[in-house]
């Protein structure tokens, strides 16, 4: 039996991202989103319902400042004590697994989706999605992008402005594009 488009995301593999089946997941997580980003901090019950509704896995006590965008949010496991704050981006075409206390500054984004490089394949439409994973006790500054495929390791920070190609190991700062250790903690 051939594998969905959805199944064919979910694996690593070239799929149609205009496939029906991805487009009415993409179409309930739009609504969900656009009743999350319509909420006001006076309902934090109601964020809590929405998130529990559109994310795959959510820990206690998460917190995300709106507005916040994603592509499906049934492919973001997120632990407990989440904080993202204003404009933060998640690209979820594969699974993003964020560990507990994981804090993010403004407008960080998380891409698991990429375009092939070559570009025939390219321009049949066909796109790529790799996992991406975040430890415990992560602090991710401010307008920082974590590219497809990358693991961030327990107690790291990332600096504001970096560009996360490769993985980075727990217990460092890490800084620049494209991101490397400046120090070992």
């Known amino acids: 039996m051939e594998k969905s488009e959805k199944e064919k995301m ?3 593999e070239l799929y149609l991202p205009n496939d029906p089946e991805l487009a009415s997941d ?3 997580a ?5 009743q999350y980003n319509s909420t006001t901090e006076e309902q934090p019950e109601q964020r809590s319902q929405i998130l529990q509704e559109l994310f795959a896995k959510v820990g206690e006590k998460i917190q995300i400042v709106p507005p916040f965008n994603c ?3 049934s492919n973001i ?4 004590n989440l904080y993202m704050n204003y404009g933060c981006v998640i690209l979820d075409c594969n699974s993003v697994h964020i560990g507990d206390n994981v804090l993010c500054a403004p407008y960080v984004q998380i891409y698991t989706a990429y375009h092939p490089i070559e570009p025939e394949i390219r321009l049949s439409g ?4 790799a996992p991406i994973k975040i430890g415990n006790n992560v602090w991710i500054g401010g307008g920082v992008i974590i590219c497809p495929g990358v693991t961030i390791g327990d107690n ?11 993985d980075i190991p727990e217990n460092v700062v890490a800084v620049g594009n494209p991101c490397r250790i400046i120090r070992h903690l």
């Not at 739009?30 to 656009?34: D, I, T």
């Open 126 to 129: 066909r796109e790529l999605a």
């Open 30 to 34: 739009s609504r969900l989103l656009r």
């Open 77 to 80: 496991y997120a632990g407990n």
């Open 10 to 12: 979910l694996a690593g």
């Open 71 to 73: 592509d499906f949010g």
């Open 156 to 166: 790291t920070t990332i600096g504001a402005g970096s560009v996360v190609v490769k």
């Open 26 to 28: 993409s179409k309930r």
